[in-house]
């Protein structure tokens, strides 16, 4: 049974620093994302691991926001820095499977960028 665990969210001023993690249980993290939504709008991909090694951001966190797998591949994280308050959202780990060509979701966590 697959499993996304997410943690490290809360609250952090402007210009502060959060880092998220995923523990993935029952799957491989080769292709990874973090998405994030806020109330009222669809979800967003921010960050995402394709292959397990090739890295690719959005424009609006590029700079900012760094995703990274451990080397088991059973952890993942995004180190977020400089945030600023339209970072808030819900923020949710996908990984999706090769092995059954699905995609898979964490509960997500909360981020609040606010002072």
């Known amino acids: 049974q697959v499993q996304l665990v997410e943690s490290g969210g809360g609250l952090a001023q402007p210009g502060g620093s959060l880092r998220l993690s995923c523990a993935a249980s029952?799957?491989?993290?080769?292709?990874m994302n973090w998405y994030r939504q806020t109330p009222g709008k669809q979800r967003e991909l921010g960050s995402a691991?394709?292959?397990?090694?090739?890295?690719h951001y959005a424009d609006s966190v590029k700079c900012r926001f760094t995703i990274s797998t451990n080397s088991t591949k059973r952890m993942m994280h995004l180190q977020m820095n400089n945030l600023k308050p339209e970072d808030t959202a819900l923020y949710y780990c996908?990984?999706?499977?090769?092995?059954?060509?699905?995609?898979?979701w964490g509960q997500g966590t909360q981020v609040t960028v606010s002072s």
């Open positions: 029952g799957i491989s993290l080769n292709d």
């Open positions: 691991i394709t292959s397990g090694t090739s890295t």
């Open positions: 996908n990984v999706y499977s090769l092995f059954t060509a699905r995609h898979y």
